[in-house]
């Protein structure tokens, strides 16, 4: 899903849809500037009945948006369904970039874009109105509030040399009941005993008054680290002279980086039997005791179709490797509505990993998986569910 994007083109559509309301009340537009202002028609006033607006941020390519609430008071309802604010991390015709639907009177949290494009809807019905809402929007080039089920936190500039005095803190929020997982992937930092002149710092909360994790710099990568709270503050730190490569790291929600370690379970993508976000890296580890092998099985599975150029799954896909890394043997890979076969490990361990892209998302994929034992073939375990129950997803947690 490769995306060429014209913003005239974009307020072309839009000039005909909702970048007017439906009762010529003139809002939403195409912002560029590096920072601004949004705010409901009529804001401080009430706002109109029957009203929809869209505004699309757009920022230079490298950059994210950062988006920060001022005043927010919309009509009240449990599911937001007469009057609310819609944002998305991209353009708002795909609801696999939705960060969130918001109204009341609780002002939603800052958000970050993953990239360099962020949408607003403001939607009123015929009936009930408030002040509205004021947001601020700024071009971030250096940290963020990211809030996304995985992510990608780098250096200012990498894999070029980082810029001196750097300063920047990622704060990565993500839902209650979930824990944040971060994986660096690469590191280079100007190395140095105490870790004082070039450093990154890692807090299990959302601020630096929260447990220090530790600072690390030099060649070395940092340790796997998992929150105990749903919060973690990433800050990055470069004095007046030498640098380095600099950094890259994945950060994971719960939601979308487990460890199962039953002899059978049940995993889907992300909102299942909704559509899956966009721009998420996910990974489901299956590790078992040594001597076990395991069978996985995809009942269903719907994503993104092949790239009719390629004919690779070149845009979402699931890949399942022989092991827990994304260096071991790679047993497939699928999109569209194929339907894998039957997969057997050789070890007692598999990865699945589901990649998505910007745009176009699909309900995603209902896996089981069940451990056997035996050295040249899986045997499923006594007293547990046999094949078809498995293919129709029926394996016990």
């Known amino acids: 899903s490769v995306i060429v994007f014209n913003a005239c083109a974009f307020l072309s559509i839009s000039l005909n849809t909702s970048i007017f309301s439906r009762k010529s009340v003139k809002c939403g537009g195409i912002l560029s500037a590096s920072s601004g202002n949004v705010s409901s028609p009529n804001f401080p006033g009430l706002y109109p009945y029957n ?63 993953s990239w360099n494009v962020m949408s607003i809807i403001f939607h009123s019905d015929r009936h ?16 963020g509030v990211l809030t996304g089920l995985s992510g990608v936190i780098s250096s200012p500039g990498y894999p070029l040399e980082y810029n001196n005095n750097a300063d920047c803190s990622w704060t990565v929020h993500v839902s209650n009941q979930s824990v944040v997982s971060l994986v660096f992937l690469d590191f280079q930092l100007e190395n140095n005993e105490g870790c004082n002149f070039d450093y990154v710092a890692l807090f299990d909360g959302p601020s630096v008054k929260h447990h220090h994790l530790g600072n690390y710099c030099g060649n070395e990568r940092p340790p796997n680290t998992v929150t105990t709270s749903n919060h973690l503050l990433v800050v990055f730190k470069s ?62 599975l719907e994503l993104e179709d092949r790239n009719s150029l390629t004919d690779m799954c070149d845009y979402d896909f ?42 176009y998302a699909f309900k995603g994929f209902m896996a089981s998986y069940i451990g056997g034992d035996g050295p040249s073939q899986c045997k499923l375990h006594p007293n547990r569910v046999s094949d078809s129950d498995l293919q129709r997803g029926f394996a016990p947690a």
């Open 51 to 113: 009203t929809e607006c869209t505004w699309l941020i757009v920022v230079s390519e490298g950059s994210s948006v950062l988006l920060t609430f001022h005043h927010f008071e919309l009509e009240y309802h449990t599911d937001c369904a007469y009057d609310y604010i819609k944002i998305y991390n991209g353009i708002s015709e795909d609801e696999g970039n939705l960060l969130g639907k918001f109204c009341g009177d609780v002002s939603p949290p800052q958000f970050s874009s």
């Open 318 to 359: 699931v890949s399942v490797y022989d092991g827990d890394s994304e260096t071991d043997t790679l047993l497939g890979q699928w999109c569209g509505s194929e339907q894998p076969p039957s997969l057997t490990s050789k070890g007692n361990k598999l990865l699945v990993v589901l990649s998505t892209d910007r745009n």
């Open 239 to 300: 004095d007046f002279n030498i640098g380095g490569r600099g950094f890259k790291a994945y950060y994971y929600s719960g939601e979308c980086q487990q460890i199962l370690k039953n002899i059978s379970g049940n995993f889907t993508s992300p909102h299942y039997p909704n559509i899956y976000p966009n721009n998420i890296n996910c990974h489901w580890t299956i590790t078992l005791a040594a001597g076990y092998r395991i069978k996985l099985f995809f009942p269903f």
């Open 128 to 143: 009930v109105a408030r002040k509205g809402f004021s947001v601020g929007y700024r071009k971030d080039m250096c940290g």
